[in-house]
């Protein structure tokens, strides 16, 4: 079994700056890629923000500049530093994970989602 445990949002005002964090945990699993979608109301599911084990990153071109995906391979985490935050980055943010189970591939999970709201 792999779990992921997603932390970090809240409300902030716009131009502010919010960190999330995502953990994996578990056993027999090893980690491909990691990465945070949004969806706001009314809208589909969007990739944020997403890294694979290597380091390799790819943003959402509306965030990029402002927002930085980092991860600590050791603690299977993710991180979203979220900077210069816009009313349109409201949404719940998801994190995925993308992993090996058992040396099987193309497993895929989903946390439970947080909350960010952008707003004076």
């Known amino acids: 079994q792999v779990q992921l445990v997603e932390s970090g949002g809240g409300l902030v005002q716009p131009g502010g700056s919010l960190r999330l964090s995502c953990a994996a945990s578990g056993s027999g699993f090893n980690i491909v890629s990691m990465g945070w979608y949004r969806q706001a109301p009314g809208n589909q599911r969007e990739l944020v923000a997403s890294i694979t084990s290597r380091g390799s990153t790819n943003y959402q071109d509306s965030v990029k500049g402002r927002f930085t995906i980092s991860r600590d391979n050791a603690k299977n985490t993710v991180f979203l530093q979220m900077n210069t935050l816009k009313p349109e980055d409201t949404a719940v943010y998801y994190c995925?994970?993308?992993?090996?189970?058992?040396?099987?591939?193309?497993?895929?999970?989903w946390g439970q989602g947080t909350q960010v709201t952008v707003s004076s």
């Open positions: 995925n994970a993308q992993y090996y189970y058992n040396g099987n591939p193309f497993h895929s999970l």
